[in-house]
């Protein structure tokens, strides 16, 4: 998976649901300051941490990871 194409789209889904980073990391049980170095890249979430987000955005993990339209990029 690469690490760029998933923060692009968790950031998309983000803005696109109007939320803060800190709004996000609070549903998902993260702080904030590790939610936003999954957004920048710096780290990749682990697969529960990719849940917690995918659920707090109330997004399929599908799109987080391959994008909306199901194609990597």
Known sequence: MRRDLLSRNIKSARASALATQEEIAHKAGLQTAVY?????AEVAPRLDT????????????????FGVDGRLT
Not at 36 to 40: K, P, Q, T
Not at 51 to 61: E, G, Q
């Open 50 to 65: 990719l849940v917690k987000i995918s659920n707090a955005l109330d997004v399929p993990i599908g799109d987080l990871v």
């Open 36 to 40: 936003s170095r999954i957004e920048r």
